[in-house]
């Protein structure tokens, strides 16, 4: 099953780099990591996934270690409205499907003005 | 952008009626996906399917069942719906190529059974 280490919660100053940290020691080298966020009251979103090297797209960025075990989710700029639940997904559930995404608990972070 | 929307995002019902929720998505997804969501336990799967009139059963089947008929709607249904029913539930689609792990989420329909 996953295994990652996320902080339960975070702040940030609006404007200022959120950088959300999870450990995935376990990862094995053909598993991807993926973020996605929830909002309150509202579904997932999906936001960045990658393999080894780092990726960006127009919602943020993923620095990935050179051995894999951890990762950074990088909000360059951040706003109010990126106050979220953000997850850090490294494997899916061993289940029936072989689809399920297992969002463990997430990092709260709380975007301040 | 993709669209998954859901019927409801408030329902309230009583124990034993049957509960229809309703999911659709605009973006030609074979990939789609029921879950709920309650607080402690994150997201259970329920129920996938992979393509019209094919469905899987996720980490959590009994007492649901599921209908998809057309490519683009996926329905859940609850027999014979029971208070521990309650939750978010959460319906999405996926992007064919990720192994259904690059989901697209709908806004979620907030389940009460009395």
């Known amino acids: 099953d996953a295994k990652t280490t996320q902080p339960t919660s975070m702040d940030c100053a609006e404007g200022r780099a959120a950088n959300l940290p999870c450990n995935h020691s376990t990862i094995s080298g053909n598993e991807y990591v993926y973020w996605y966020r929830q909002i309150h009251s509202q579904g997932p979103q999906y936001i960045i996934h990658g393999l080894k090297n780092n990726e960006t797209n127009e919602m943020a960025s993923l620095i990935i270690t050179e051995d894999r075990k951890s990762s950074t989710l990088i909000l360059p700029h951040a706003t109010l409205r990126d106050t979220a639940v953000y997850y850090c997904?490294?494997?899916?559930?061993?289940?029936?499907?072989?689809?399920?995404?297992?969002f463990g608990k997430g990092t709260s972070l709380l975007v301040t003005p | 952008d993709v669209k998954v929307t859901q019927s409801s995002r408030y329902l309230v019902k009583r124990t034993g009626e049957k509960v229809f929720l309703e999911c659709v998505q605009d973006?030609?997804?074979?990939?789609m996906f029921w879950y709920r969501q309650d607080p402690g336990l994150g997201l259970r799967l329920i129920y996938f399917s992979y393509d019209v009139k094919m469905k899987e059963k996720g980490d959590i089947p009994e007492g649901y069942s599921v209908s998809r008929e057309k490519k683009e709607r996926f329905s859940l249904i609850l027999e014979s719906a029971s208070t521990n029913q309650t939750s978010m539930y959460l319906c999405a689609s996926s992007i064919p190529g990720t192994g259904g792990r690059v989901q697209y989420f709908g806004p979620g329909t907030r389940l009460l059974v009395l």
């Open positions: 973006m030609d997804h074979e990939n």
């Open positions: 997904i490294v494997r899916v559930l061993n289940s029936n499907s072989g689809y399920a995404l297992n």
